[in-house]
């Protein structure tokens, strides 16, 4: 009801960014938040696959041309519906202007390389030394990005679709089709979150849908190995990363 979408990539961030808004609003009146600095650095995994820094870089422009209907439409309703103010620092003008005239070359990931050359590298090294006394422990600064519906646990997202799914009837399904001839549902996932919109809102299935495809991958110049519609192929790569870091630790 409060993200107002029926987009299941964005549904399932939203619902851990709910509850922790609630959470918050139970000490404080404001918080701040990161939005915008995936679609400026490089933040997410499908950029690994980013053939050359021009693609790069124009599809670091077509994600951030959609946060206002992504990322910080979730920001604003998961935050407003408990009476939170919600602040974007890193959409800050002179920090977006300043990420944008950026070589992209500075921004490509290297498949495989060391934590130093993942996602979102050249912010990382900002933050990587003492600010005002103030130093993030390198296990901290330099794990893998995780999407807030990843990062709450690597066996959430998948327990949420199988759950949502046995409400689905494969009847249902099969006339997806029929009753929704505008974006039709492609997994029983979408089609229970369209259901719940339509019951919201109906005759307003038209609202504008930011991804083509269906997800924010799936609008990309190049094929990605690491998304699907139905979220990151290979989550335990996020443990493995975590598991890693540990084991750095320990030695």
């Not at 009146?29 to 939005?35: P, Q, R, Y």
């Not at 679609?39 to 959609?66: Q, S, T, V």
Request: proline share 5%.
């Amino acid at each position: 009801y409060h993200i107002e979408t029926y987009n299941a990539e964005l549904i399932r961030s939203a619902i851990p960014n709910y509850f922790l808004a609630e959470a918050a609003a139970a000490d404080v009146k404001m918080v701040i938040t990161g939005e915008g600095a995936d679609e400026m650095w490089a933040g997410y995994a499908y950029f690994e696959d980013a053939p050359n820094p021009e693609a790069m870089h124009k599809e670091l422009c077509r994600i951030y041309n959609h946060l206002g209907v992504a990322n910080l439409l979730r920001a604003d309703r998961m935050t407003m519906a408990h009476g939170l103010e919600a602040r974007v620092p890193f959409l800050d003008v002179e920090h977006t202007a300043m990420a944008m005239k950026l070589d992209p070359r500075k921004k490509l990931i290297t498949k495989g390389g060391a934590p130093e050359q993942r996602e979102k590298a050249y912010l990382r090294h900002m933050f990587d030394r003492p600010h005002d006394g103030i130093t993030i422990p390198k296990p901290v600064l330099w794990r893998m990005k995780a999407m807030q519906c990843e990062g709450i646990g690597e066996d959430w997202v998948s327990i949420l679709q199988r759950k949502v799914s046995e409400k689905v009837s494969d009847a249902a399904m099969a006339e997806a089709s029929k009753r929704f001839p505008h974006e039709t549902p492609q997994t029983k996932e979408e089609y229970f979150y369209r259901e719940l919109f339509d019951n919201y809102f109906p005759n307003c299935e038209r609202v504008p849908q930011m991804w083509e495809g269906g997800y924010r991958a799936g609008g990309a110049e190049w094929q990605s190995t690491a998304y699907t519609r139905e979220g990151l192929k290979e989550v335990g790569r996020l443990t493995h990363a975590l598991q890693g870091k540990a084991t750095q630790q320990a030695a």
